[in-house]
């Protein structure tokens, strides 16, 4: 099987001849850490080649940020803090010189969207058919705070120009798109979008209605060209223990956008559609279940997130990519080998691509990266 069949068929719990695995990706401070710790670069794709790691087209996200962008403008700076407003309206309490290579230490003060007028203002931003939208993302250019996180400007390579490449390759076709809790969460503030949502639900509805609408319009042609094996909803909507809105909230006011958006992908042929969010997961995986998406990732396992519970509770109707606790693979030794033993039975059940739960964190030593991954390409019948 190629690296594309083999995506396609343990996602959807269809037979495969080798169980796929991703090793997870480690953060920009992680290749630092391990730099210091003896990796380099021609060792990484050499290591990545002799364990079979399947590889992947991921091709990006569109940009889906504000066109014209808001004018990036400092407001004050003090010692190490920078008080600004970033390309999307949002006024932030930077560090100048961050502690950690990869992240931004920030607060944010003051988001753009508060009202209806400011709503009816935004929109102005958002056309789907302004052409730079059908650029996937690539390097930004330098801005104040580039921190990693806010793809400030678009760029990179039209989609028409990758139709070949993608319709052609061996390896899985992925791209992420920004839904509905995320980008209403951008523009309005954790705190303010909670509010709207007993305030100014009518506000809620109508932000909820124009996002779904915007990537409808922005992905119809794209999907109808090109061949994609997965499309990814970024959500990022649950804590440490629960979701951050309710069950009941969540079915009114975003069940219907993925509802759309799953229909869409399935009538373009997509045979996989996964949820990304961060938290425990568990109540949000039935109402998934309902709108047609079939995988969720990463399963994070500090947020009380037990894999093995959710095959017994929703079966083959929910796949997973990640679920590999990232303490254990810091800890090493012993309590990694206890933790991927923990995993095997729904591995060999299918429907699961094991990973680290989330970006691999700095605390995990190289040579206790080297031990895990060679342990997991054993498991998955690749050493």
Known sequence: MTARERFRAILRHEPVDRLPYSFGGPRASTFAAWRRQGLTDDFLRDFYSLCGYDGGMGIGKFYTGPLPPFEERVISEEGNLRTWIDSWGVTRLDAIRQPTEGFATRK??????????????????????????VFPIADAPPTINPD??????????????????????????????????????????????SMMFCDQPSLVHEMFEYWTWFLIELLGECLSNLKCDMVILS????????????????????????????????????????????????????????????????????????????????????????????????KGGQVIREELARLEPVIRDGGFIPGCDHGVPSDISWPDFLDYSRLLAQLTGWL
């Open 148 to 193: 990693g996180y806010r793809h400030n400007f678009p760029g990179g390579t039209h989609w028409r120009d990758l139709v070949d490449a993608c319709n052609s390759t061996d390896v899985p076709v992925s791209f992420a798109i920004p839904s509905m809790y995320w980008t209403a969460r951008d523009l309005c503030g954790f705190e303010g979008l």
């Open 235 to 330: 959500e990022d909507m649950a804590y440490k223990a629960k979701a951050m809105i309710s069950p009941a909230m969540t079915r009114q006011f975003i069940k219907p956008s993925w509802d759309r958006w799953a229909a869409q992908g399935r009538a373009a042929g997509v045979p996989i559609i996964d949820v990304d969010s961060d938290g425990f997961i568990g109540e949000l995986i039935p109402l998934w279940i309902e709108s047609g998406v079939n995988v969720c990732d990463p399963v994070e396992v500090a947020a009380h997130n037990d894999i093995n519970d959710f095959r017994r509770q929703f079966g083959h109707r929910m796949g997973y990519v990640g679920g590999v606790d990232k303490r254990a693979m810091a």
């Open 108 to 133: 944010y003060i003051e988001f753009p969207v508060k009202s209806p007028a400011d709503f009816e203002a935004m929109k102005q931003r958002f056309d789907p058919h302004t052409p730079e939208r």
